[in-house]
């Protein structure tokens, strides 16, 4: 599908009254001037440009989630690894199918989405983590989480770096081409302007990741149709899993992420209504729960 890029008013950019002396735009390409870089967020974040290892900031948490990285003491894990760490819960390294289907079931999706999560994730990244530990294919398709980097791939928004850090500038680049009338969100069409945008040459399965990943994260935080800037900051270093997962835990439940996410819900109010349906799988997500909210604590 081609982009569509709803024109902005005054799209030429003034690069003086930005703050610069170079051209960040130029008439030739209209996508230079359609698409403003985040210019001046150097007065919120030291160095924006640089990666960060192992937090994720923005102009509105130039500390990024420092509360979740000491409580789950995480200081020595990339920001890919920490997105990642929701899934590793013996915290050995390595994720397990069963680990997949599990985090996505505590997420709230049904039995369908949970399986098909585990085939899409699973299937095609184990091969690449597993490279930093061997050549040969792991016969049970784990994801060994030293090595999660080399699952990156092509077709993203650059927000992760090619180690797994995070990259302030493209995190804020995301928002000032995309939220058009800076709502401090990205609505459902916005974030597939950007997706689409972010197409490489022959490159379909970036493509198609990039759908997958970003698709997930609107049916899990979606708002009105909007997907929040620090909900989407704190889906890339992960604790935005931990807080949904707390959420489910409350009589109240998670309130976001409704719409298109009833769809791939469907029928997991009433299973949670009659456990007894599938009483070995809810006493594996118990038992999992359990055990990992002790080594937290004891953490």
């Not at 709803?6 to 799209?11: H, L, Q, T, Y």
């Not at 007065?43 to 960060?52: F, L, Q, T």
Request: glycine fraction near 8%; proline fraction near 5%; aromatic fraction near 14%.
């Amino acid at each position: 599908m081609p982009v569509r890029v709803v024109p902005r008013e005054d799209e030429q950019v003034d690069d003086e009254r930005q703050g610069v002396d170079f051209a960040t735009a130029v008439s030739n390409c209209p996508p230079t001037a359609e698409r403003p870089q985040a210019i001046d967020i150097d007065v919120d974040i030291y160095k924006p440009s640089i990666a960060r290892a192992n937090v994720a900031p923005s102009t509105e948490q130039p500390e990024g989630s420092a509360e979740y990285v000491d409580a789950l003491d995480l200081k020595d894990y990339t920001v890919l690894q920490q997105h990642c760490m929701f899934w590793d819960r013996d915290r050995d390294g390595v994720i397990w199918p069963q680990d997949t289907f599990i985090g996505f079931y505590e997420l709230g999706f049904n039995l369908f989405f949970c399986f098909l999560a585990t085939l899409v994730i699973n299937l095609n990244f184990s091969y690449p983590t597993r490279l930093g530990v061997s050549y040969i294919p792991d016969p049970y398709f784990r994801l060994y989480l030293p090595s999660i980097h080399k699952a990156k791939h092509g077709s993203d928004s650059g927000t992760y770096d090619k180690e797994g850090r995070f990259v302030p500038q493209a995190f804020e680049d995301m928002f000032s081409k995309w939220d058009r009338g800076d709502k401090g969100a990205l609505s459902a069409g916005e974030l597939w302007n950007m997706i689409a945008a972010n197409r490489l040459a022959a490159d379909p399965f970036g493509w198609a990741a990039g759908i997958f990943e970003f698709g997930v994260t609107w049916l899990l935080v979606q708002q009105d149709g909007m997907v929040d800037k620090e909900d989407l900051r704190r889906i890339y270093d992960g604790s935005m899993f931990f807080k949904i997962r707390e959420a489910y835990r409350t009589e109240k439940g998670w309130n976001k992420g409704f719409g298109l996410r009833e769809f791939f819900n469907l029928g997991r109010e009433q299973w949670a209504k009659n456990k007894n349906r599938c009483p070995s799988l809810d006493s594996v997500v118990s038992k999992v729960e359990k055990t990992v909210t002790q080594k937290l604590h004891r953490a």
